[in-house]
């Protein structure tokens, strides 16, 4: 046994002595990969590097040989008007000239000639050959025709040569021109792939492609790529991101921003014909962006509801000129089609970033509207810790509605979450800049939301009309308003009067003595928001599951049963239920009345990856200097 433990030992230690050498020459050849990959990244490197010192030493070159070539033509127009200012003080007759030490007696004395009275005289001759381009052969020389004495060149053939050369120069320069735009431009959408953050509560990516398109001059272009790219940057940035709040946020934010640039500063060139290609683009704009019908392509424009419906030139007279009284830049058909887009990515973004927090909200509310069978008490939650400058609730409403059951408790947690839900969403809502009124016409659409299922799964089902459940929804019902108050109506805007249906419906269940109260004071005082078919259905749905006490009387509910009969309404079916309206709840003018040139117009930090590009520099400059140059 021993020598069999032996070999079995000997043989291990061999084996992991091999295993060691293969885990060494492993190393080894990993070491060679990472040294030959980090030289053939050097080398890569090496090579960008000089391409990069080639290119720039050509353009050096390029515009030196402009300038040298703007040099010799300045000089020559010089000599040509020396030349003609001595012949003008020549007398008709044949009287010699002397040129005098010009630039042309420098390379050589030009000669001269009498001028025949049948030739039509010294001025004629001149103002015949500054519009000829060339000579006939055999024709006299003029001082102005002579080149350095030498009498080898004509005047056609240097200026045709030396155009030739012009020409030559003018298209390296348009093409190195041309390559530095394509580079830009793709380093401007590289940076929009990025998340490129705020600078004085202002969205950095919409200020940075304004101030691109309005240096690049493309708003004035008959034909440019560069909008189509950014608004597939944009797009694929969007439809990667549909279910994360803060992406579709930072969106929102900056293509807002991007259009109230735009609306407030490009105005439809004069005499252009843009109006009937928008409005056949108009229906196609939003279905082409993403790739198939928008669940919102059924609602108006953005901005058709104010007025504009694709017509550039009602859009123009909306605001009469660009921010601060500057002018507007003309602009053409491809910049008002991308204002259309920014309007397609609004509708996009808008309805996307409320379905997602109505996702989050909806599987809470079934717990909210029916108390739990383990208790009847009222309940208040726990306070919370504050989030994004937004105080946690106290534990105690101010209904003074203390907590009583720990069978309610599991209901308080439901109300919690939806608080919860709206408290995350509000903080990424303002970590991300978006327009305060938006957010408030997002949360009145939420609250809006919340009313309309709570209210019609109260009427819809009996076990949820009664008198405890009306005070256990009573108690949530608190607590949103607890938490409304301290959000502030700057950003909850008039989301607490959105719950107006489901605040009274509760009401009314939980006033003592119903039986005592005439259909006046329920209509006026206790309801008044409320129809007679909804009151109807809650009065004969109502039962006290703690006192025992009636609901309304006799007389009240055969008034109701009469005005029902009367109304036009009554005919409907189910007209007691609520309907959501999901349209966008803003238009053009809200944003021309709650956004503002603060902070827009002044300088804007460059993004790290163009602060090393010279060609951005510009960026520097305020926004309201650019717009006086571009205008």
């Known amino acids: ?106 390379l050589g004395t030009a000669p001269t000639r009498a001028a025949p009275a049948e030739e039509g005289g010294v001025f004629d001759r001149v103002r015949r050959y500054m519009t000829s381009p060339s000579r006939e052969p055999g024709t ?81 272009a008959d034909r440019t790529p560069l909008f189509d790219r950014i608004i597939a940057t944009m797009g694929s940035q969007v439809e990667a991101h549909q ?128 108390a739990p069978r383990s208790g009847v008490g009222r309940t208040s939650r726990p306070g919370r ?11 105690r409403s101010p209904l003074g509605v203390t907590r009583s059951s720990t069978g309610q408790d599991a209901g308080s947690a439901h109300w919690a979450a939806i608080l919860g839900v709206l408290e995350s969403a509000l903080g990424t809502l303002r970590d991300h800049h978006v327009p305060a009124f938006l957010v408030r016409k997002l949360y009145e659409q939420l609250f809006s939301f919340i009313n309309v299922q709570l209210f019609n799964q109260l009427l819809l089902r009996r076990e949820c009309c009664s008198f405890s ?23 909850v805007g008039e989301g607490w009067e959105a719950l107006a249906h489901i605040r009274q419906a509760v009401t009314f269940l939980v006033i003592h003595q119903k039986h005592k109260k005439s259909l006046q004071e329920i209509t006026t005082d206790l309801c008044p928001v409320l129809t007679v078919q909804q009151l109807y259905r809650i009065s004969t749905m109502y039962w006290d599951d703690r006192y025992g006490t009636e609901t309304v009387s006799h007389e009240v509910l055969s008034r109701m049963k009469a005005l029902m009969v009367e109304s036009a309404a009554s005919a409907a079916s189910h007209s007691f239920l609520l309907d959501e309206d999901s349209a966008l709840p803003f238009t053009q003018d809200d944003v021309a009345a709650f956004m503002d040139d603060k902070d827009l117009l002044g300088e804007m930090g460059i993004p790290a990856a163009l602060r090393d590009q010279p060609s951005f520099a510009f960026l520097n400059k305020r926004l309201e200097l650019a717009l006086q140059s571009a205008a």
Not at 192 to 206: C, F, H, K, S, T
Not at 324 to 330: K, W
Not at 385 to 395: L, Q, R
Not at 474 to 481: D, H, I, N, P, Y
Request: charged content about 20%.
């Open 385 to 395: 810790g504050s989030s994004h400058g937004v105080e946690a609730p106290p534990a």
């Open 469 to 491: 459940n009306g005070e256990y929804v009573k108690t949530g019902l608190a607590e949103v308003e607890i938490w409304a108050g301290s959000a502030g109506r700057t950003w």
């Open 1 to 106: 046994l021993r020598g069999e433990l032996a070999a079995a030992t000997a043989a291990a230690a061999a084996e992991a002595e091999a295993a060691k050498q293969r885990l060494g020459a492993g190393e080894a050849a990993r070491l060679d990969a990472e040294r030959r990959a980090a030289g053939q990244a050097a080398d890569l490197m090496s090579r960008l590097n000089n391409a990069l010192a080639q290119r720039n030493a050509a353009r050096e070159e390029a515009l030196m040989v402009e300038a040298r070539l703007k040099s010799v033509l300045e000089e020559e127009g010089r000599g040509v008007r020396s030349a003609s200012g001595a012949l003008a003080v020549a007398v008709p007759g044949g009287t010699p000239v002397n040129l005098g030490p010009g630039p042309e007696a420098t």
């Open 243 to 370: 279910e994360d709040n803060a992406v579709l946020s930072y969106w929102l934010s900056n293509t807002v921003t991007l259009l109230y640039l735009l609306q407030r500063n490009i105005k439809p060139a004069s005499g252009g014909s843009y109006t009937q290609r928008l409005r056949s683009q108009s229906q196609s704009v939003t279905r082409g962006l993403f790739g198939g019908t928008s669940k919102t392509a059924g609602f108006g424009s953005f901005f058709s509801r104010a007025g504009y419906g694709g017509s550039p030139g009602g859009e123009a007279s909306i605001h009469g000129g660009a921010a601060g009284g500057l002018r507007q830049v003309e602009a053409k058909y491809p910049a008002l089609l991308f204002k259309q887009q920014l309007d397609a990515f609004v509708q996009k973004i808008f309805p996307s970033l409320r379905d997602n927090i109505k996702k989050d909200i909806m599987p809470h509310l079934a717990a909210c509207i029916h």
């Open 140 to 220: 006299p020389a003029t001082p102005g025709s002579v080149r350095g004495g030498y009498g080898a060149e004509t005047p056609g053939e240097g200026l045709s040569e030396m155009d030739r050369r012009q020409r030559e120069l003018y298209a390296k320069q348009q093409q190195l021109l041309r390559e530095q735009r394509s580079a830009d431009q793709d380093r401007l959408l590289g940076c929009l792939a990025e998340n490129l953050g705020y600078q004085r509560g202002r969205p950095v990516a919409a200020v940075l492609v304004f101030r691109c398109c309005l240096q690049w001059k493309t708003f004035q």
